[in-house]
Structure formats: structure tokens, C-alpha cells
């Protein structure tokens, strides 16, 4: 849960902290589904709570969105003041109640199979475009290029070691391509 002041969507450092952790999270899972789900105390009117928990719940998926999770596996949900944490009057500003709720589910059960280098290339070019779409990293776009060209053993390496250090889940960790050893993940 990631809380916030009164009245207000920015996040907080600890904010910002527990989102970094949902965040590796959903890179440990290699593909799932994350909901925000933005809540409000009972001060203000319905309408206007209900537009400030998707406020407070489109913050949070922007700010995972530049953690490395990607867009399209985020939904966001406001629930205004229709579901508090703490039961109060109308009107009382519970600290507790101003949060969104971060769920990650629904993990991909098995890794992908690849029946030869090319298919496995294209798979991990398109999980760094996945996750890097607006980072520019000239040593990645070589290898996919070495990849497209069919350089196999010059591109799937360094795809794969970029992905890894940037803490995204390979498409099929340990995967085994004629010409390369096997090395475990």
C-alpha cells in the first residue's frame, strides 16, 4: 500500500520506496497482472473523491511504469470513498484511508519454448522493447541488428546480459541454442 496526504496524489519517498518493491516484484514474476486501486478519506464530496483516487492511482502506475513495469500489464481502478481502510463519519480526514492498494497477480506459469535462435532473438528484442521503449542504448540496438542480420552468437549474449542486469526476466531463463553452451541463469 503506498499512502498519501490529504487532498493529495504526489508520492512520498517511502512512497516512491514501496513502489520500487512492487515493482521488483512484478519483474520477478517474468509477466503478470498489476492493479492500483486509488481510495480517499470521507472528506470532500463523492465525485470529487472518486476523480482523486484515480489521481492518486494513475500516479502510482506512472511512477511503476518508470520502474520497468509496463503500461499495458497495469490497470487502474478508483474507489473514491466507498472502501475505507478505517471506518469513519463522513467528513474526518483518517490518514489510513488515503492509499492505493497495489496488486501484482496472475504469473505467467511456464517460460516460453523456442525451436531455433532466431524465434528466441526476436522474443528478447521485443522484452527490451517492452520495458525500455524510451531509453536509447546503442550497444542493445547493435545486438538486435547482429540478431536481424542472423549473427546469433553476437546478439543473443549481449540481449540477454542486458536484460538480466537490468533486472528483466528473460523470456526463457536457461534457454539452450545450437552453437552455444548451455550456461545456467
Known amino acids: 500500500m503506498v499512502f498519501f496526504d490529504w487532498d493529495r496524489s ?3 519517498a517511502q512512497a516512491e520506496s514501496t513502489i520500487s518493491q512492487a515493482a521488483n516484484a512484478f519483474k520477478t514474476t517474468g509477466s503478470a497482472r498489476v492493479t ?3 481510495h480517499t478519506d ?4 463523492p465525485d470529487y473523491n472518486m476523480g482523486l483516487s484515480l489521481r492518486r492511482a494513475n500516479t502510482v502506475k506512472d511512477s511503476l511504469v518508470r520502474n520497468g513495469v509496463p503500461a499495458s500489464a497495469i490497470s487502474v481502478i478508483g474507489k473514491g470513498e466507498t472502501q475505507l481502510l478505517v471506518q469513519t463519519g463522513d ?10 492498494e497495489i ?16 524465434s528466441y ?3 528478447l528484442s521485443d522484452k527490451w522493447r517492452e ?10 540496438a547493435a545486438a538486435m541488428a547482429k540478431c536481424d542480420a542472423g549473427d546469433y552468437n553476437a546478439g543473443i549474449p549481449v540481449l ?12 526463457a531463463p536457461g534457454y539452450r541454442w545450437p552453437g552455444r553452451p548451455y550456461t545456467p541463469a
Open 10 to 12: 504526489n508520492l512520498s
Open 36 to 38: 492500483a486501486t486509488g
Open 42 to 45: 470521507t472528506t470532500g464530496s
Open 91 to 100: 467528513g474526518v480526514r483518517e490518514p489510513q484511508n488515503r492509499r492505493v
Open 103 to 118: 496488486v501484482i497477480a496472475g504469473a505467467t506459469a511456464a517460460p516460453a519454448v523456442f525451436s531455433d535462435p532466431k
Open 121 to 123: 532473438c526476436k522474443a
Open 131 to 140: 520495458y525500455r521503449t524510451s531509453q536509447v542504448d546503442t550497444v542493445t
Open 160 to 171: 540477454e546480459e542486458n536484460l538480466i542486469g537490468a533486472k528483466i526476466p528473460l523470456p
